[in-house]
């Protein structure tokens, strides 16, 4: 839950809606709490009880145990939320399971994807033997993460080389089509009222309640994705508590380093007074950028001087796209001075390329030089 309110909702108007199946009063009363906290004129809570069955959903260290009356128990509270949905007219649903922590970026970057159904992918070793960890996304029938052709017959060797090459995309930061999702999904309004919903197909033997709404979207005429971007982490079991700190203070310091080398870098590297820029952001690029940047650089200061140009450029509103090997910064410029004694102003959207050095800094290797100098 402190994932939920530590969401950016930038320009959104948010509503929780919590099912209460707890066995026990303690997580109950997180619910009543997060309620009382995020109650606001802006932002409604409503919290589902009585809901409660006989059947128990026993997790272990070792896995979760499911029965066909708890797989369709749940289809029937996601029903539910999909009718509070529609009734209530909201543009979008996005469905999270109680053991999913996502990062504080990813409604924004869900929406911004603008796919009907989308889900945010996080990674998991179902069995603890297991050595990979799988995502929660594959692209037909019950679990089959193979990309092939229909009739294609593929031998073993093919087949573990096209999983290896699904699984490596899945790993790099991008919106991608699949045939089935679950668990971290944002839906819209438009799929809704085309009828997708987590009823059983009663002519399809596929256990899950993922699988049956996968395949009625499909049927509908609807595309499935997966979003890349910001891995959630899953808490299969108990024992993954220990790690989700890391997760989070990552998340937030690795975020935290990037934006202020990225925000530094542009600002010194665009701001021109006194016929002078500071030669610091030097430090702050990758050998080959600045190879690039320097005569660049040398022939914009001439036209500065020659025009009487002064300038100062100020970097805001940063979102990053984040990958094991490098990251995209995404960012507004906004760009205020004077040429031969008129003022001129200029915002613009930009981006930039971060590396890690072997220090383990992130430096800028590529940018759009003429967002900053022109």
């Not at 066909?68 to 029903?79: D, G, H, Q, R, T």
């Not at 590297?269 to 030097?282: A, F, I, M």
């Amino acid at each position: 839950m402190l994932s939920l309110e530590e969401l950016d909702k930038s320009h959104l108007k948010i509503d929780f809606l919590f099912i209460d199946d707890n066995i026990t009063a303690e997580s109950s009363l997180l619910l009543d709490n997060f309620g009382k906290s995020n109650s606001t004129n802006d932002s409604a809570v409503t919290i589902y009880r009585d809901l409660k069955s006989m059947d128990e959903y026993i997790c272990t260290e070792e896995t979760h145990h499911w029965n066909e009356s708890l797989v369709w128990k749940v289809a029937n509270f996601k029903n539910i939320i999909i009718e509070q949905t529609l009734r209530k007219n909201y543009d979008y649903l996005l469905l999270i399971d109680s053991d999913i922590v996502i990062h504080p970026k990813t409604l924004l970057q869900l929406l911004k994807a603008q796919k009907d159904i989308i889900s945010n992918i996080f990674w998991t070793k179902y069995d603890r033997n297991q050595q990979l960890e799988l995502p929660q996304v594959w692209l037909r029938d019950f679990y089959d993460q193979v990309p092939r052709q229909r009739g294609e017959v593929l031998n073993n060797e093919e087949k573990v080389k096209r999983w290896r090459q699904f699984m490596q995309q899945l790993r790099q930061p991008g919106v991608y089509e699949v045939g089935g999702l679950g668990a971290c999904t944002l839906i819209s309004r438009r799929a809704l009222e085309m009828g997708v919903n987590f009823k059983p197909i009663t002519n399809l033997s596929f256990w899950g309640e993922d699988r049956h709404f996968c395949i009625r979207a499909v049927v509908l005429g609807l595309t499935l994705y997966v979003d890349t971007h910001y891995p959630a982490y899953h808490i299969y079991r108990e024992s993954e508590l220990l790690n989700l700190a890391d997760y989070k203070s990552k998340n937030q310091e690795l975020s935290n380093k990037v934006i202020q080398n990225v925000k530094r870098a542009i600002e010194m590297l665009g701001t021109y007074h006194d016929k002078q820029r500071s030669q610091e952001w030097q430090s702050l690029f990758t050998k080959k950028s600045k190879a690039r940047l320097l005569p660049l650089l040398e022939k914009n200061d001439q036209k500065n001087l020659k025009q009487n140009i002064t300038i100062t450029i100020t970097a805001s509103d940063f979102l990053i796209e984040e990958n094991h090997n490098f990251q995209k910064v995404r960012f507004t410029i906004i760009k205020k001075g004077t040429q031969d004694g008129k003022s001129f102003f200029e915002q613009l959207e930009s981006f930039v390329i971060v590396l890690p050095d072997e220090k383990g800094d992130w430096l800028i290797d590529t940018l759009v030089v003429e967002d900053i100098l022109e």
